[in-house]
């Protein structure tokens, strides 16, 4: 069965620095792995999506994660933090191989952006 | 503009009360989930439908229940015999195949009194 995990549940970074948001994934077939971002009290929000088409991913506000097969990851990089960043980030697989596609999330990130 | 609509975005329930909590969708999509997050566990899923009139158990499904009557809508009822309701509920939907992503309502926020 596909799983997720996100390593740190909180993380705070100086506006300006690099974001690196850990996600290490589990799956017995080719996976597809999603990240997304959540406000308070709203909805989730899709960063970027990695379908093996290509291995570094980007996706919105400036965000990239690279999918690396032997390590198993698809860690979440921004080079330099905004304090709009601020929010919780879910890694998630998709439950695909065609019959569903439900997403299995981690536990999330919180990211805190310091001034 | 197309999205997800759930409503209401807060909603109080009193100790043995069912109540319902709407998710409706204008994006054609056949498949449709319930999550539920709670701090620091994720998003779990509670029911999800990939077709109308058809709907599966996800994770955490006891004391909870759903209806798809129509493509656009997939409400969920959370019952009394819900032991903690207490919750931020999201509803998604999607396309059927795997590298498509969900499409995320606004969530209810589920508070007993």
């Known amino acids: 069965a596909q799983s997720v995990t996100q390593l740190g549940s909180h993380v705070s970074v100086s506006e300006g620095a690099l974001v690196l948001l850990r996600c290490n994934y589990s799956?017995?077939?080719?996976?597809?792995l999603f990240w997304y971002v959540q406000y308070p009290n709203q909805g989730l929000q899709l960063l970027l999506k990695?379908?093996?088409?290509?291995?570094l991913v980007k996706g919105i506000n400036g965000f990239e994660a690279e999918f690396k097969k032997s390590e198993t990851s698809f860690h979440l990089t921004k080079p330099s933090a905004h304090m709009s960043d601020a929010a919780e980030y879910f890694c998630?697989?998709?439950?695909?191989?065609?019959?569903?596609?439900?997403?299995?999330f981690g536990t999330g990130t919180l990211l805190a952006v310091q001034p | 503009d197309g999205g997800i609509t759930q409503s209401p975005k807060y909603l109080f329930r009193k100790e043995g009360q069912n109540v319902t909590l709407s998710c409706e969708q204008n994006l054609n999509h056949d498949a449709m989930y319930w999550y539920r997050q709670d701090p620091g566990q994720g998003l779990r899923l509670i029911y999800y439908s990939q077709i109308v009139n058809d709907f599966q158990k996800g994770d955490i499904a006891e004391g909870y229940s759903v209806s798809r009557e129509k493509k656009e809508s997939f409400p969920l009822t959370v019952t009394s015999a819900q032991k903690n309701p207490t919750a931020f509920y999201l509803c998604?939907?999607?396309?059927?195949?795997?590298?498509?992503?969900?499409?995320f309502g606004q969530g209810t926020r589920l508070t007993v009194v």
């Open positions: 990695y379908t093996s088409a290509a291995t």
């Open positions: 998630a697989v998709s439950d695909g191989g065609g019959a569903t596609n439900k997403l299995i």
């Open positions: 998604a939907s999607s396309g059927m195949v795997g590298n498509t992503e969900a499409f």
């Open positions: 799956s017995s077939v080719p996976p597809y």
